[in-house]
């Protein structure tokens, strides 16, 4: 059995929770699902704007994923298993294998969130390993990295 509480999570924010409550940015606990053999994945919201009031541009978006792909693949090479945009433009989805700590998860973030701000390019920002290389911007990311670093204490309220 999992015990959410004891990973660092709030019980009752985990699931789907009424959208017009969420503060941002925000990480939560979306749901986890245990196999058979008791691996566990965990899906993870990086919520970065609250729903329905400032959406992240499509550049913006593009080369934040770019870095946190980067970031938990460097960070957590045995855990993760990927990033995803939300289509509402308000955050990402994060996927990871075995992993479900908070705190393991919200340093991994810091950390990937620092390294944005001393990065010199974006990764992964060329023709041969992006779909759309040409839509990136290096300062939109570090403007949102410092962003979302500022509102750390601020990263467990979700409602
Ligand atoms: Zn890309």
């Known amino acids: 059995m999992i015990d959410i509480a004891q990973l660092g999570w709030e019980a009752g924010t985990v699931g789907e929770l009424d959208h017009r409550a969420l503060k941002a940015p925000h990480v939560k606990l979306r749901s986890f699902t245990q ?15 609250r729903p329905n009031s400032v959406f992240l541009s499509s550049t913006e978006m593009h080369s934040f994923e770019h870095f946190l792909l980067w970031g938990f693949q460097k960070y957590m090479p045995q855990n993760f298993i990927s990033i995803g945009l939300m289509g509402c ?18 340093d991994v973030y810091e ?3 620092n390294d944005i701000l001393t990065a010199g390019e974006v990764p992964y920002a060329n023709i041969a390993q992006c779909g759309n ?17 500022e509102a750390k204490s601020n990263w467990r309220q979700i409602t």
Do not use: C, W
């Open 35 to 49: 196999g058979p053999t008791g691996d566990v994945v965990y899906a993870v919201d990086l919520r970065i704007n």
């Open 89 to 106: 433009q308000t955050g990402f989805y994060l996927v990871l294998f075995n992993e479900g700590r908070a705190q393991t998860i919200f």
């Open 133 to 149: 290389y040409k839509n990136h911007s290096l300062e939109m990311a570090q403007a949102l990295a410092k962003r979302v670093l």
């Open 111 to 113: 950390k990937i969130l």
